[in-house]
């Protein structure tokens, strides 16, 4: 079945740096890729996704590339904020209309530090 | 972005009681909402499916019996854990989506701990 990895946490980082999340993805057919973000006490938000092999979804300074030769939708930002961080969940959704679901990866929880 | 509440965020209940989970959309009509289990350091698995008006369709073995998913309107669905069991201490959350979009909203989650 579909199913999706990520990289496991926490990922500790100090201000300014670069991250990397990995993620990849077991999948029929052409899935919906996308990045959500949950800050402490709150609910997930969708960050960034991707539809098509090649597309790239951007938002905040974050972005990920939809790669279908390798699986994966990799998260990046050049220079973590001490805002940034939360738990990162990677996702993937096949279907259509009402029969769509979405499969989580475990999150990766994130601290930055000033 | 729309606004999807979850009531309460924590709970404890002893064993053998249930536990009622509220979820709410606040600005727009969530004619399909979606419930989640988490375990530590798991992935959100998808519980159950519902649309308003209809029985909840569950994911392969989530126990319908256990897990009473009601969505009689649309800006209100509820999740009635029964008889709960020290197993069933989990973080559930839910999403909602309206017709017109095909993104789903997530209320924060509900941490159910059963003594």
């Known amino acids: 079945g579909d199913s999706v990895t990520q990289m496991e946490g926490p990922v500790t980082l100090s201000e300014e740096a670069c991250l990397t999340i990995?993620?990849?993805?077991?999948?029929?057919?052409?899935?919906?890729l996308f990045w959500y973000v949950q800050y402490p006490g709150e609910g997930l938000q969708l960050l960034l996704k991707a539809t098509k092999a090649d597309d790239k979804g951007s938002n905040k300074g974050f972005e990920a590339t939809y790669r279908k030769e390798t699986t994966s939708f990799h998260l990046e930002k050049g220079s973590v904020q001490v805002s940034d961080s939360a738990v990162y969940f990677c996702?993937?959704?096949?279907?259509?209309?009402?029969?769509?679901?979405?499969?989580f990866g475990k999150g990766t929880k994130l601290t930055v530090n000033p | 972005g729309a606004v999807v509440s979850q009531h309460p965020s924590r709970v404890i209940c002893k064993s053998g009681t249930s536990v009622k989970i509220e979820c709410r959309s606040l600005?727009?009509?969530?004619?399909?909402m979606f419930w989640y289990r988490q375990f530590p350091k798991q992935s959100l698995m998808l519980m159950a499916t519902s649309n308003e008006g209809s029985k909840a369709t569950y994911e392969q073995g989530v126990e319908k019996d256990k897990f009473l998913i009601n969505h009689a309107s649309l800006t209100l669905s509820t999740l009635t854990v029964t008889s709960a069991h020290p197993e069933d201490s989990s973080f559930y959350i839910c999403s909602a989506r309206d017709s017109w979009n095909t993104e789903a909203f997530f209320g924060q989650g509900t941490r159910l701990t059963v003594v």
């Open positions: 990995n993620c990849t993805y077991t999948a029929t057919g052409y899935p919906s």
């Open positions: 996702a993937l959704r096949r279907g259509q209309g009402g029969s769509e679901k979405l499969v």
């Open positions: 600005d727009f009509q969530a004619t399909t």
